[in-house]
């Protein structure tokens, strides 16, 4: 009796031609949120962004690597060492996603930019430098074209106007939350962004001062804020909960009156960091060892947001009160 073929699964990701923006990266099929849909290494990488170490780099690849480099434009360029330092500096995966470096990716460098990503980079450890993971931070349709976040922290908060800057004068986002067609639609998500960006600041002021009890209000509004946008922010989301879970621990130290859910905001932010993976759970466990050897000075929020001496000196005599 012949045996029945078994249906190959669809290839999570496809490249796709379209009319006025080249090949761009779709879902080949519907993707659940934290899937992982491909890992990529470059086919262009450098430590150095000088114009001689770009080209010397390109080089040395074979020629079949050169022609997936070149492939990234379709504008045409008589002078091929142009075309790649034109490519290098429009489509490169900088250092904050690549490991150390930046490169160039056959796949990867085709993502374009969302203010609602629906996909989520994080570099791979081992020997294959710049290697990147590409998972899905949200739902994704077959046919839909992945989306990341390109914008530096903050940004993704600032005004339309203020957010297309970043990336140049010329630069037009097309992305579903840019293009949103209603205008009460448009005008709610706007003022979202402004309510999150106005408790960041709050965040860190309060931060800076060591006041750490009004620091984590603040930064618990902004996760709330957060919220209401859903899985549009889903990967700041993850960032401001463990961002929530470190202030806990902090205004507990400092105000142990007052009654602080540490633990519901602890495993609120293991289980959202478990959503997308490795990379962001060893993010969760470094705060939980830092917890546990109470060394509190260590937590990125205090890195991130401690402008001044203050907090730290604050952080400092509360842990010596503690001993």
């Given amino acids: 009796m012949p045996q029945k073929k078994r249906n190959k699964a669809a290839p ?18 519907n993707i659940k949120q934290g899937t ?14 000088t114009d001689e170490d770009i080209l ?41 996603k690549c490991k150390g470096g930046q490169a160039l990716y056959f796949v990867l460098s085709r993502v374009k930019h969302s203010c609602g990503a629906n996909i989520i980079l994080s570099p791979v450890g081992g020997k294959s430098v710049g290697k990147i993971e590409i998972r899905a931070c949200r ?21 339309k106007r203020e957010r297309t800057k970043v990336f140049g004068e010329r630069f037009l986002c097309d992305c579903p939350v840019c293009l949103l067609p209603e205008k009460t639609e448009s005008e709610t998500n706007e003022k979202i962004r402004k309510n999150i960006k106005e408790h960041y600041r709050n965040t860190s002021i309060y931060m800076t001062l060591g006041d750490f009890l009004q620091a984590l209000d603040h930064c618990k509004a ?33 105000r142990p009156e007052v009654d602080i859910d540490v633990e519901i905001l602890r495993e609120k932010a293991r289980q959202l960091c478990c ?11 470094r705060t939980d060892e830092i917890v546990q050897k109470g060394n509190f000075v ?17 952080i400092e005599n509360l842990t010596q009160a503690k001993v």
């Fill in 12 to 29: 999570a990701y496809r490249l796709q031609d379209t009319p006025d923006k080249g090949k761009v990266v779709v879902a080949g099929r």
């Fill in 36 to 49: 992982v849909i491909f890992e990529e290494s470059p086919i262009l990488y450098t430590s150095d962004i």
């Fill in 56 to 96: 010397e780099q390109f080089n040395k690849l074979n020629l079949k690597d050169k022609d997936k480099v070149l492939s990234l434009s379709t504008i045409p360029e008589e002078d091929p060492s142009k075309k790649v330092l034109s490519l290098f500096r429009r489509r490169n995966i900088n250092k904050s």
């Fill in 139 to 159: 739902d994704i349709k077959k046919g839909d074209e992945l989306r990341a976040d390109y914008l530096p922290g903050i940004n993704l908060f600032e005004p």
């Fill in 222 to 254: 902004m996760l709330a804020e957060m919220e209401l946008l859903g899985d549009e922010v889903f990967p700041k989301r993850v960032s401001v909960s463990l961002e929530c879970w470190q202030l806990a621990v902090l205004a507990n130290l400092q």
């Fill in 275 to 285: 959503v997308l993976g490795k990379a962001q759970l060893s993010k969760w466990e």
């Fill in 298 to 314: 260590e937590f990125d929020t205090v890195k991130l947001r401690s402008s001044g001496p203050w907090a730290v000196q604050i």
